[in-house]
């Protein structure tokens, strides 16, 4: 079947850096999307990635690794802004998107 | 304004009523998407429109329906709600189907089914 897998929660203190993990079980393999989603709004993109590496955006940068079905997200200089739901979906050999749970993110002063 | 607009946002339903959540967008997307959101479970498609005139199934297809008359509105049915439907629902629209496209979501309606 096919499987994402996240972190419920995590909290992390403002100023600091938080790294949210996600690991995928998809049949085939098109890139893994993460979207950051406010309480009671909508999902918005945050980062694509297809290649193995780290991609850095900002604040914010986002890892694969295919051969280990693994991604993470790293969140810099923690605000409370960043305080959201984080979203990890991987798109499938059908270009459907799997998605995971969410990790709740608390973000404490 | 661009973007993707829901209504109604949230709305109260007894069950066996019929109801259509209303999606619309402005910015010329092929591909359009329901999902519904739960507590403790990721976003679950529930139909998909690839272009307009063409629908498919997605993981949890029974018990709603869609349409895709024009490119910007795609509603979603609930032919007899039941309390199970009670939920998050969004649509979302991406530029081109079965691609790895952004997708962009609306507000969200959220529906209660007593």
């Known amino acids: 079947g096919q499987n994402i897998d996240q972190p419920t929660e995590m909290t992390a203190t403002e100023g600091a850096i938080v790294q949210i993990n996600c690991t995928y079980q998809t049949s085939g393999f098109n890139g893994l999307f993460w979207y950051q989603q406010h309480a009671g709004e909508a999902p918005t993109f945050l980062s694509y990635?297809?290649l193995d590496g780290l991609e850095e955006k900002g604040r914010f940068s986002s890892f694969l690794s295919r051969s280990k079905g693994y991604s993470y997200l790293l969140l810099k200089e923690l605000q409370m802004k960043d305080s959201a739901s984080y979203l990890c979906?991987?798109?499938?050999?059908?270009?459907?998107?799997?998605w995971g749970a969410g990790t709740k993110l608390i973000i404490k002063p | 304004i661009a973007g993707i607009t829901q209504a109604p946002t949230s709305q109260i339903l007894a069950a066996g009523r019929r109801m259509t959540l209303r999606c619309t967008q402005d910015m010329r997307h092929n591909a359009m998407y329901w999902y519904r959101q739960d507590l403790g479970l990721g976003l679950r498609l529930i139909h998909y429109s690839n272009t307009a005139g063409t629908t498919g199934k997605g993981e949890v297809p029974d018990g709603y329906s869609v349409s895709r008359a024009n490119t910007d509105d795609f509603p979603l049915t609930l032919a007899s709600a039941v309390p199970s439907q009670t939920s998050v629902y969004f649509c979302?629209?991406?530029?081109?189907?079965?691609?790895?496209?952004?997708?962009?979501f609306g507000p969200g309606t959220r529906l209660t089914v007593l």
């Open positions: 979906a991987s798109i499938d050999s059908n270009y459907q998107l799997i």
């Open positions: 990635n297809v």
């Open positions: 979302a629209s991406s530029p081109i189907a079965g691609d790895t496209d952004t997708q962009y």
